[in-house]
């Protein structure tokens, strides 16, 4: 058992847990006590890799970018999750739990949704199973994320405005959560990232395991080895990196980087960087670390990237940080857009601004020629264009 | 039955929730002493957080408003020195668990038990980190942690519940969040009974739901009392609220 992975209390070091009132208790409980066994059913793996492989479109290339990798001085490879059907890594784990929720015998989906890329993966999952489908979402976001919105309803989802805090992710995870309470036998709840009372930051990590399963084996064909020197992924809750960690984190020769959101900058007061000013401390079901108040109070996070524009981490992140194993920086808005323009004039593909930040990071690092890098390009970039656009006057 | 702070009654008790700092920062005492001069016999008093999710839309509101007026602990420990002084009855604080965990639990119980606080209610603190890390210092201070109970709480985890608690049993009368009616049909009845059959070692107090007289009688025909909240939350955004406490405490009890 790894010293990264979750143990039997539902805890990574010291963060965690299921901080839960009672009423999510049996849903949590039922989901605790069932979701390792279902998902090592034959039939489950089965109906999971084929729907991946069929519908999906995976395995996700690993591609060496050539042109990228003669600017920086290394041999990158891109983890193409931006070429998954609806255009990001989110879809991994809404057909995972999708499958489970069906096993487990529930008529209805609930989701939160900032940007609306996971709401958009779980509308497509449930028009996939014909189940009936509510995703909360912002009322900023729903105003700023048009096109998404419209996706989800094209798929027969009801999307429902969060109108309570600032109206923009984290208040959508309230009013999921408050919707769970409020449903407690028929409902399954879909968190899109490695956030929320244990075991979803287990059971998303595992979903999205597939990353980093498919990139082994690709870098042996391309490299000859297994493990390369870094592996960079962007965090806002946590799940592309979770991912694409998972089958590294006990290759400790394997450097891990996590890129966070910095905004306007770390000390600007509107930014993201959770593990640069964050605390240990409690939020949607798990203790992690947390951008609060000396109070406790949560503070509104803030980035150009709706996707990364969460006020913590999942707590395997928050122990991979503590622990050292990986190392956790932030990008700005500006070192991003620009490394989102540079991809896409070097090699023609438009990546997600979330992804940028990853790219981002690669400016900051030194490399002697030998090394293997691999970076998560989590999502691709249509759903920024308005803002690649408004950012480049094009 | 345990030994607990209802001695003095066992029947047809009266809890008013209301937040702290709301509607303005200084009102927390003032309405405490005028729920207890109007009849309530006991309360809890919410510390607000900027994320309660087991609440509505009545007290996610009172609990924003009351952290732009600026309240949190510290002001509250603050405010609640003159408790003792001016309130006799059993006050109990109910807040999620982030705010306590900055303050520091030990702080908190200790703060607890120098102005005079019975217990307290922390929905997001699962019963295993209580039991685990937190029950001895909750003990050390004697604080009472109260557990909640739903309709879907097993028997076994309800006997759990019960060894562990000291005061009450907070009786959630649906799986719901706060502000909700209470609909007492026949599953509701179903389950306030094989409450009562189990005779906990501790008194029952339903909550959520709870807005008046006849779901006040209707709760308190199977448990020991029963809280009200969002109804009496709302009647505080009220510009004369504070005349208006002694009829609202009257009516519920008539």
């Known amino acids: ?394 | 039955m345990k030994e607990n702070i209802f001695q003095h009654k066992q029947q047809k008790l009266l809890s008013i929730y209301y937040t702290a700092g709301y509607p303005t920062l200084d009102s927390t005492i003032d309405i405490a002493e005028e729920l207890e001069k109007s009849g309530a016999d006991f309360l809890e008093i919410g510390f607000p957080y900027s994320d309660p999710v087991a609440d509505g839309p009545v007290i996610q509101n009172s609990s924003e408003l009351a952290l732009q007026n600026g309240m949190n602990l510290k002001v509250l420990f603050e405010q609640l020195k003159t408790l003792r002084s001016r309130v006799s009855i059993p006050v109990f604080l109910m807040g999620y668990f982030n705010p306590v965990l900055q303050y520091g639990v030990e702080n908190f119980c200790r703060s607890c038990q120098e102005v005079g606080v019975n217990g307290v209610i922390i929905p997001d603190l699962p019963m295993y980190e209580y039991e685990d890390l937190y029950e001895t210092i909750f003990k050390q201070h004697g604080i009472s942690n109260i557990f909640l109970v739903t309709p879907q709480t097993s028997t076994e985890r309800i006997r759990k519940i019960d060894k562990l608690s000291n005061s009450f049993i907070y009786l959630l009368s649906s799986n719901a969040t706060t502000g909700k009616n209470l609909e007492v049909g026949e599953s509701s009845t179903a389950y306030f009974k094989r409450l009562k059959e189990m005779e906990l070692e501790n008194p029952l107090v339903i909550g959520f739901g709870i807005s008046n007289a006849e779901t006040f009688a209707k709760a308190t025909a199977y448990a020991h009392g029963a809280i009200i909240g969002s109804a009496f939350v709302k009647l505080l955004s009220r510009p004369d609220y504070h005349n208006e406490i002694k009829n609202f405490v009257k009516k519920i009890k008539s």
């Open chain 1, 1 to 394: 058992m790894s010293k990264y992975q979750v143990d039997k209390k539902g805890y990574y070091g010291p963060f965690g847990g299921a901080y839960i009132p009672e009423m999510l208790y049996p849903n949590v409980e039922e989901l605790q006590s069932r979701y390792l066994e279902i998902m090592q059913e034959e039939s489950f793996q089965q109906e999971f890799h084929a729907l991946l492989k069929d519908y999906v479109g995976r395995p996700s290339p690993l591609y060496h970018a050539k042109r990228l990798s003669e600017r920086y001085g290394a041999t990158i490879f891109l983890k193409r999750e931006d070429l998954n059907h609806t255009g990001a890594h989110k879809i991994n784990n809404t057909i995972g739990q999708i499958l489970l929720a069906e096993r487990l015998g529930k008529k209805r989906i609930i989701a939160e949704t900032g940007a609306g890329q996971h709401g958009v993966a779980t509308a497509t999952v449930c028009a996939l199973k014909g189940l009936e489908c509510v995703v909360y979402m912002g009322e900023v976001d729903i105003a700023r994320q048009a096109p998404n919105v419209a996706r989800m309803k094209m798929m027969g989802a009801k999307v429902v405005a969060a109108t309570s805090g600032s109206k923009t992710l984290k208040d959508a995870t309230n009013e999921a959560l408050r919707d769970w309470i409020n449903n407690p036998v028929d409902t399954h709840y879909i968190i899109g990232s490695v956030v929320g009372p244990h075991p979803y930051p287990d059971l998303v990590a595992r979903f999205q395991s597939i990353i980093s399963e498919e990139t082994k084996k690709q870098l042996v064909e391309k490299t000859g080895s297994t493990t390369p020197d870094y592996v960079l992924a962007c965090v806002g809750g946590g799940s592309n990196a979770a991912g694409m960690f998972y089958h590294f984190l006990d290759d400790e020769q394997v450097k891990l980087i996590a890129v966070e959101a910095a905004g306007h900058g770390v000390d600007s007061g509107e930014t993201a960087a959770t593990t640069a000013l964050g605390k240990d401390g409690v939020l949607h079901g798990s203790r992690s670390i947390l951008m609060q108040t000396e109070d406790g109070q949560v503070i509104e996070p803030y980035s150009i990237s709706a996707g990364l524009d969460y006020p913590g981490i999942g707590p395997q992140h928050a122990w991979l940080f503590k622990s050292g194993r990986g190392q956790y920086v932030s990008i700005t808005d500006d070192e991003a857009m620009q490394a989102g323009l540079l991809l896409t004039k070097l090699e023609g593909i438009i990546p997600a601004i979330e992804s940028s930040h990853a790219l981002a990071h690669l400016e900051k690092m030194t490399f002697t020629g030998d090394e293997n890098v691999v970076i998560c390009l989590s999502g691709r970039g249509d759903k920024d264009l308005d803002n690649y656009m408004k950012y480049f006057g094009f």
